[in-house]
């Protein structure tokens, strides 16, 4: 499987419950982002690592959002205290260079916060 | 404010026939055009890209139009084949990462 590959497919949580999804991207892939996608919407852009760095985490809701690519491949995104309203389904996607001309995207994670 | 707008949630066609989806955008400063196709249950997968340079690109099946002046994009399918049913997003590169999304079009095709 030489894909984007992210954990748990499914994750319900009760409001408050700290969450952590994961992402594999494709080995070697320099850049990787976490996008946030509501029914019916397209994807929201949270967070931007190129490598290891963080360049931009603009677009997190919140500070109850972190994320976090310690050394350059595999990612974590952690909801803490979670609330319905971050109910979604979060995509990671990873591009080989930096000019991210293709974007190759994982299935997501559904997360439902009861 | 949506920068990138998707105005048809769906669209059905016939097979063989020709689909065409739309796309508006807002800043004139966007400079690369994409689209993705999104199945069920999976992440997008990068479709075809057009940079402002130019207006027209074509990938088999697949022609992608930009003009311009009207902030308009248009991505034509043909001929539309089963296998194409699917949720299509246009987006827009504001900067060397990040894209705006459009809402999306789920396109029917009809055997």
């Known amino acids: 499987g030489a894909g984007v590959s992210q954990s748990p497919r499914y994750k319900v949580a009760k409001r408050g419950q700290d969450v952590a999804l994961r992402c594999d991207p494709i080995s070697g892939h320099v850049s990787l982002f976490w996008y946030q996608q509501a029914l019916g919407q397209g994807p929201e852009f949270l967070t931007y690592?190129?490598?290891?760095?963080?360049?931009?985490k603009s677009g997190l809701p919140s500070d109850r959002f972190f994320a976090e690519r310690p050394e350059g491949s595999v990612s974590t995104l952690k909801i803490q205290r979670t609330q319905q309203e971050d109910s979604a389904v979060y995509l990671c996607a990873s591009s080989p260079t930096v000019l991210n001309e293709k974007l190759f995207f994982g299935s997501g994670t559904q997360l439902s916060v009861l | 404010d949506q920068q990138v707008k998707q105005n048809s949630p769906s669209l059905s066609v016939q097979e063989g026939r020709i689909s065409i989806l739309n796309c508006d955008y807002t800043?004139?400063?966007?400079?690369?055009f994409l689209w993705y196709k999104k199945y069920p249950a999976e992440g997008p997968t990068f479709l075809i890209s057009i940079s402002s340079i130019k207006d027209k690109n074509e990938d088999g099946r697949f022609t992608v139009f930009l003009n311009k002046s009207a902030k308009h994009l248009s991505l034509h399918i043909v001929p539309s084949q089963p296998g194409d049913s699917a949720v299509y997003f246009c987006?827009?590169?504001?900067?060397?990462?990040?894209?705006?999304w459009g809402a999306g079009t789920k396109l029917i095709i009809k055997p």
């Open positions: 987006a827009s590169q504001n900067s060397n990462y990040q894209l705006i």
């Open positions: 800043n004139s400063m966007f400079d690369y």
């Open positions: 690592f190129q490598n290891e760095a963080q360049l931009d």
